[in-house]
């Protein structure tokens, strides 16, 4: 038997052509209505790894951060903070939901049961399969949607829920029987628009307010009373936030790296150098978090409650910078908690590039701490 020079590149090059590739994610036919996918490994929800995503997407709230500042709110540690809790349980379902790529058209009612969460938690993470639906625009695609939760795994005490629908390739393409909605192109963790046509509506309908009102200050009496002096449709209270941060090496590889999210969008410049965005992208709970940690700089935030309606419009790329506009939706005095020293708050958020377009939108429902508590 001849024994070749493995090595030389001409002779590796050939076998290179030559050998099949062990593939890794499945394909839309791999998907069943109403099975339950159990992902693993899962991952330790660490105090470092807390902190590598607080700083870096800007969300400095002492509470996650200091121990003094979580004792003021009666915790003995500080806790893990909800936007690495769901970056985290989102991460550990990509090898088997979503690595073969594919566009992500939006993912809804996110909650968190349970918050806080202590560090140090093993979560475990298990998927239902919801629906397998046919693309009549993209026969290479198929529409799936799963219902994820994120457990602790000690405990089988829910941390984390969320819908999310994805495009995920299929084996053989093929012309789909049902529609999609006409969603456009974009990429993984990226979602395309949802195919409506605002020139359907009326035209008041699609008139900007004549004023925009902004809060006082950054509790939750600053936000009721902003409702309170814009009370008909030709005042909104909107407004934009300051802070923008740049994506580099570290948050669009290095962070979904961290929550297990394997897929090769964030980190395989190679493979990304022929799609459609020409270069690796950011993951989409980063582009959401450091959004809404610069929204959170300009409030009193006690705790998420819930998200709905997240959607991702376009490519956010190494070089991108992400800022954050703000519209207050509703007030409550109301809580999900027995805190009397905080309110609810009903926001939508839109994250936005350099260039003034969107790359994220989605509606927020938190806590906000009362003056006499933030004070």
Known sequence: MTEYEWTDPDTFASVLERVETREKGHFFEDFEEGETIEHDPGLRLTRWGNELWTSQTLNHDPFYWRADAARERGQEETPIHPDYLLAATLGCTVEDLSEKGGYFLGRTNVQFPTDPVAPGIDLRVESEVLETTRSNSRPEYG????????????????????????????????????????????????????????????????????????????????????????????????????????????????????????????????????????????YGDVTRSTALGHARSDEQTLREVRFTDERFHTFVTPGDTVYCFTRVLETSRETTTANERAGTVHFEHVAFNQHDEPVYSGRRTAEIATRDASN
């Open 143 to 282: 529409i799936v949607t799963w219902h994820t939760r994120g457990y602790d795994a000690d405990t089988d005490r829910t941390l984390c829920a969320y819908e999310r629908t994805n495009m995920i390739p299929r084996r053989e393409p093929t012309e789909g029987l049902e529609t999609d909605g006409g969603r456009a192109d974009s990429s993984d963790n990226v979602s395309g628009s949802d195919g409506s046509d605002s020139s359907d509506e009326p035209d008041d309908q699609r008139t900007l307010p004549e004023t925009f009102v902004i809060p006082e200050g950054t509790a939750f009496e600053d936000f009721e009373a902003a409702l309170e002096r814009a009370p008909d449709r030709d005042t909104a209270v909107a407004y934009r936030h300051e802070r923008g941060r740049t994506m580099d090496d570290l948050t669009v590889a290095g962070l979904p790296l961290a929550t297990l999210n394997t897929a090769k969008q964030h980190h395989n410049v190679d493979v990304m150098a022929d799609s459609p965005s020409g270069d690796i992208v950011t």
